[in-house]
């Protein structure tokens, strides 16, 4: 048996389900070193605003216990130079690029969704809805249902023939209402989930570890909270998923897709062991095979209860 790890994802053809976390695999070129950026289903790149952003104080990244916490502040050079200098070197005829955007209020957001749509290149969107709007007193987009559909809805209708992904955060009371209003408001997948906020301290010095007191919470740590999450919102809506979490072997990747995800997103693994996509990659045909699993179509969302 030859197994066949090939996906269809919201109107994209990826030769595995392996893509790459915005905000931890760099613009992609940073981790040709260390294997193929052909030979992973897509590369999500970090974060995009419409202007150059520096990001937070330092220190602005943690070790935890199974994870990592990070205050970046989402630095990053702006879509401009991203456009320039970063997406002409990529493989994007061959492998999908998605930009991750970032912006503080719908209007940006769409204006960003209209620059990024343009380019070729780019093969989908991927929306931040864990920015906080500011003309909203600074609550997040992804914390309020109406607020994540009418965002969904300005993105999609600059959007061009991209599609538009919608990334979910878990500091909410019901993940499952904010997935059905991005979907209403246009969404064609989700990204099922952000980090989930936490902090650390040092009691010797009797500081915050973080220069922004907060961060986000992400690696093996948070993988049962992503599987819980990716599972009720595969139930709950039609669009695919895309599952990111904790994810650092095939087994976890098998385990995502067997809830219902389409495809997953590879984080802070990266940080650990830089080939860790590229392993992944190469070890899921073998491990589907090692477990009569043809495709993933008929494996995906076969969970027995």
């Not at 067997?258 to 045909?285: K, S, Y």
Request: hydrophobic residues 45%; aromatic residues 4%.
């Amino acid at each position: 048996m030859s197994a066949n790890a090939s996906v269809r994802l919201a109107g994209l053809a990826l030769k595995n389900p392996i893509l790459t976390a915005s905000g931890t695999f760099g613009y992609g070129l940073e981790f040709a070193p260390y294997g193929d950026l052909q030979a992973l289903g897509g590369i999500v790149v970090k974060g995009l605003s419409l202007k150059p952003r520096l990001g937070n104080p330092m220190p602005r990244i943690a070790e935890t216990p199974c994870g990592m916490l990070n205050a970046i502040g989402l630095q990053n050079c702006g879509v401009e130079k991203f456009l320039r200098d970063k997406l002409p070197l990529l493989p994007h005829a061959t492998t999908p690029i998605v930009a991750n955007l970032y912006a503080c209020d719908a209007d940006e957001f769409a204006e960003l969704a209209g620059v990024l749509s343009a380019a070729e290149g780019v093969a989908a969107l991927e929306v931040n809805i864990s920015c906080p709007n500011v003309k909203a007193g600074g609550i997040a987009f992804g914390q309020d249902p109406a607020m994540a559909g009418r965002l969904a809805e300005a993105v999609k209708k600059r959007a061009g023939d991209k599609p538009v992904w919608v990334k979910l955060s878990p500091n909410v009371t019901d993940i499952v209402e904010i997935a059905r209003a991005a979907v209403l408001g246009g969404a064609d997948a989700l990204t099922c989930i952000n980090t989930l906020t936490g902090m650390a301290v040092d009691i010797r010095t009797r500081r915050p570890r973080l220069a922004n007191v907060i961060g986000g919470l992400s690696g093996p740590a948070i993988k049962p909270v992503a599987l819980r999450c990716v599972w009720q919102v595969c139930r709950a809506v039609s669009a695919p998923v895309i599952a990111v979490g904790g994810i650092s072997s095939a087994e976890d990747v098998l385990e995502f897709i067997l809830v219902g995800a389409h495809a997953v997103q590879i984080g802070t693994a990266n940080f650990m062991r830089p080939d860790t996509a590229f392993r992944i990659a190469e070890r899921l045909p073998a491990l589907m095979e090692e477990l009569g699993v043809e495709n993933l179509d008929a494996y995906r969302g076969s969970l027995s209860s």
